[in-house]
């Protein structure tokens, strides 16, 4: 992986991990492509290492933890601020992920949760200060996500 390549191991492991990282083992994953769990424990710090696994992430359902409010929220960036903006608002308290987009006049999507109106105006708010214009407040009512279908393999 020295070229940044991954093989058809590494693919099953990042697929496996996509889907269940919490419940699925190295043991597990190394029986279903025929290696040794150590191999597999190898293989993904090396793809930690090499960047393409970067993090292991909860799933939570805020609305089960008192925040009803799920909220994706739409910004105007300038290009050459866009970035630095779109970093700068993962400090509001609330936000919970930020994406650049790449084309477009609403390039920044903020996602942002609160237990009340008040705590989505003042995310609002304390967006527009930093230089974020809001476009657009969509209330989200499910997410849903799967494992990219490219890093599925049948046999290694």
């Known amino acids: 992986m020295s070229d940044g390549s ?56 805020y609305e089960a933890a008192s925040y009803q409010l799920h909220t994706l929220i739409v910004c105007t960036a300038s290009i050459p601020d866009r970035e630095a903006l779109a970093q700068q608002a993962l400090d509001v308290p609330g936000v919970v992920a930020v994406r650049e987009i790449m084309t477009g006049t609403e390039n920044v999507h903020v996602e942002a949760v609160g237990s009340d109106g008040d705590d989505l105006s003042r995310i609002g708010r304390d967006l527009d200060e930093i230089g974020l214009e809001v476009v657009d407040e969509d209330l989200i009512r499910n997410e849903y996500e799967c494992a990219f279908h490219g890093f599925s393999v049948e046999d290694v």
């Open 6 to 61: 991954i093989d058809d191991l590494d693919r099953r492991i990042v697929h496996s991990l996509q889907q269940d990282a919490r419940n699925t083992s190295a043991s597990e994953i190394a029986k279903q492509a025929g290696v040794s769990a150590s191999t597999v424990r190898n293989r993904i710090h090396n793809l930690e290492q090499a960047g393409v696994l970067t993090g292991y992430r909860p799933e939570v359902n």
